[in-house]
């Protein structure tokens, strides 16, 4: 029955993933003229489409590039058709769980059954993820700042949403970052855990205190790596922030993609920077339901009216709902294939 539990977890939240959709696209095309929606949909610039397409190509090609950088680091050899792997099994899994919580264990069980050590591929996952949130922090901050006179007049109750989505983000930075690098913060959150655990009286407080133990020291193992490869922290900041840049742009392409005048590509990205740190961390799959709604809010000043709800379902169509599609189709297509070579042998 136990062993039932992770497909039954996994069905649900799919089930829950396309009821969102589902539900999402009634309420944003209910009372729309679709045959006017198909019209521009069949008038919209396409090779700037592709570009959009491309921006999340690079998107998961750099996330591909530091996982193989961090794990070949590490002594793990690796190749980047792997990585490339690793990268798309870690955005169906973000996409299609609450809260992208399935992203990272399912990279890391995928790496296990390539013989990937487990310590090696979670240290590269702690890199990139600390690396991530780094550069996703930075630039939401950079967005709300330059654009706060923007956006105050846009967001209204929207700013609590942000404060929040920012606050988590900067936490689990900070967070992230200290454990990383200070071993006293560690030894203290190990020891304030440890005594909540007893003062709650929990069963289990012994192996999660041990649990706890291991993480930790897999935390001072990356600082340790860290501090020895500083060129390689830098390259793979830089990848990052060349990851970020693409994601953030592909609104950019989307309104050039509807023949909309000219418009300022630092004002598109950072408003998206900002709409992203502000529902990333809602336990929805794929924050769906929620962007469509920022987006709607957020771009209603930079689109035409009559243009928003198209360019809303485009940016997702690109960004979101057609890589899951074909991430879940190079997810089956890799275990079928797995599942063959262990029959075979």
Known sequence: MKRNRPLTRI??????FVGLIALTFFVLLRGQNLSELAAVLRDVKVRYLLLAAGCMC???????INLHRCLRLFGSQCSLLHAVKYALTGFFFSSVTPSASGGQPMQLYTMHRDHVPMSHGA????IQFASFQTVTVTFAAAGFVSQYAFLSQEIGKFRYVFALGAGINALLLLFTLAAILSRRLCNLLRRAVHSILHALHIKRAAEI????????ALYQQSAACLRQNVPIVCL????TTLQIIAFYSIPYWVYLSLGLPLCSFWLITSIQAVLHVAVSSLPLPGAVGASESAFLLLFQAIFPAAALHDAMLLNRGVSFYLFVALSGIAVAFSLSRQKKNSEAI
């Open 209 to 216: 205190d041990r649990s706890l133990a291991e993480q930790l």
């Open 58 to 64: 690079i998107f998961l090609l750099c996330e591909a």
């Open 11 to 16: 069905l649900l939240n799919a089930a829950l």
């Open 123 to 126: 240290l590269a996952l702690l």
């Open 236 to 239: 793979i900041l830089a990848v």
